[in-house]
């Protein structure tokens, strides 16, 4: 109706991803009200947003990941819908059920969904009954029982990994290679999991030794359908954070691809999942295993969009306002090859964060590169949340054309006043390993430890 106000989308964010669904609110005539704490106010990407709220201080607990602040920012900007980005609150289901309470819509799958995907137990029962294949492990959380575990670890198989159930991502895991350190590992893990996450549920998985990270980009309307969207590989990581990414993940068959990807769209059909998500898998001897599923949007989402020409956030807040998936799976289509360079303000020795004032900042550009930044000249970094400042996205025709893409792009950027990771990223863009393709998750921290040793 002519003349009839937009609707109103509230970013629960800050930085590169609160500016890129901006840009999509832009696409799809949404009205975008920024939300920002102290340490952020008069950022630069606010000026991109209809409006900006100040939701309290700095510190995180305070601010971005403070309920009542937002679902307050959310009336008095009168939002229908709450976009809660990734990190902070995204896969938050408590705070998914205050929204949906609010009378809002959240930009992502039921809470309900979130907690089971949350349940790292959980999530495997129901991608096993999907038809979805998992690492070899125990079908529950662990019995009290000592001897009872001893008995699952035998029959696995050593080594084996104990895992938080309310984990995730890296936090709360250990190997254990024989059985004379299965006792206490298991008793660690499990102060380790009630002290992290308040769930002292383990479980226990087949421990392989060099994997690969490959998951599969997933999105599910609320009409009961659901796209695969292709692959990446995210292989190159340093304690669990991911450095560089890549579409489609080099090496593997796309047959074997299409099947694990249709099983993963299959499954969100099942369990009645509506929004993007990530099936995560290591990938190790021809074959996937999932492991955990990821209910938000992604930080390498770019690689995905680059090959696909899908804008996968506009097509994310679409479906969660009850639209439907514009395309057919046959419809979608990959082309060429596409890689991210996480650029984070850091030390490139110790991997401290580096704070501060950005000096002078140039970001490359031409054809097939995308930046997505929210940084300018003057930008204050500051110390209170994640080092990352932007990333650089290049697609080309191949991998070779990315890759060469991407040290171009690479040389061209220019960062002062912060120091930054952007040197690293060209040592590793003509690493001859790298360059390769399929190195494994081990591959960069190995990689940095040699380096070390050479260089001292
Ligand atoms: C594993 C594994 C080997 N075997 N599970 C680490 C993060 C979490 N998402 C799962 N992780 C792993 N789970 C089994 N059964 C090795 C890792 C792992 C890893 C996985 C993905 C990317 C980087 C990694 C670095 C170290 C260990």
Redesign the pocket.
Known sequence: MAGEAPDTLLIANRGEIALRIVRACRRLGLRAVCTYSEADRGAAWLDAADDAICIGPAAAAKSYLNFAALLAAAEACGASMIHPGYGFLSENADFAEAVAAAGLTLIGPSAAVMRTMGDKVAAKRAMIAAGVPC?P?SEDVLPDDRGAVARIAADIGYP??L?AAG????RG?R?VRQQSELADAFLVTRQEAQRFFGNPGIYM?????K???VEIQVIADAHGAALWLGDRD??L?R??Q?LIEEAPAPGIARSLISEIGARCAASCREIGYVGVGTF?F?FQDGRF?F??MNTRIQVEHPVTEMVTGLDIVAMQIDVARGGQLPLRQDQVRTEGHSVECRINAEDPRTFAPSPGLVTRFHVPGGPGVRVDTHVVVGSDIPAHYDSMIGKVIVHGADRAEALSRARAALAELTVEGVSTNAALHRELLSDAAFDAGSVT??YL?NWLAERERRHG
């Open positions: 690492v492990g084996v990994i895992k984990g995730g991502g890296g895991m190997v998985e087949k421990f392989l030794e994997p690969r990270h995210c292989s990581q304690r669990h991911k995560e290591l295993y492991i955990e998750v081990h921290e």
